[in-house]
């Protein structure tokens, strides 16, 4: 049912901003035409929807995948790079790397993100000491300029 209001919603603010024509334009449309809806449905119309952007928020953030991928986007970089070593595990990565994205994305390509989670690349943690996550690296030319760890301890009344 919530899959289904999504994909009216969305297909109802395509066609209502009027993309340029593509492949799927025919299909879009005649989807739109034909009620698919059922008596207990609910029915959205274009002025009803909230448009959905398909556009990624930040291209300036991206995961790191392996040894070489970091070696070619982060070490080899012209542009400085904010390295986020993170876990999925980790409450304060959760909170710290959102931030991180928007501020990074606010520089305008003047400064780029990494992700980097420890679990997957132990190998890289190891090589930059990481010892606590999150752990947040500003590398520039191939150098690690500055280096800072979010710890949250427990406060000295409990």
Known sequence: MAQRLLLRRFLASAI???PPQ???APLISRALQTPQHRPGDLAITPSQAR????TRVCSTTFNIQDGPDFQDRVVNSETPV???FHAQWC???KILGPRLEKVVAKQ????VMAKVDIDDHTDLAIEYEVSAVPTVLAIKNGDV???FLVLISRPFWS
């Open 108 to 111: 305008h390509g003047k400064v």
């Open 16 to 18: 209502s901003r009027k």
């Open 145 to 147: 300029v500055d280096k």
């Open 82 to 84: 904010v390295v986020d």
């Open 51 to 54: 448009p959905l952007h398909t």
């Open 22 to 24: 593509s492949r799927w």
């Open 91 to 93: 409450g304060p990565c």
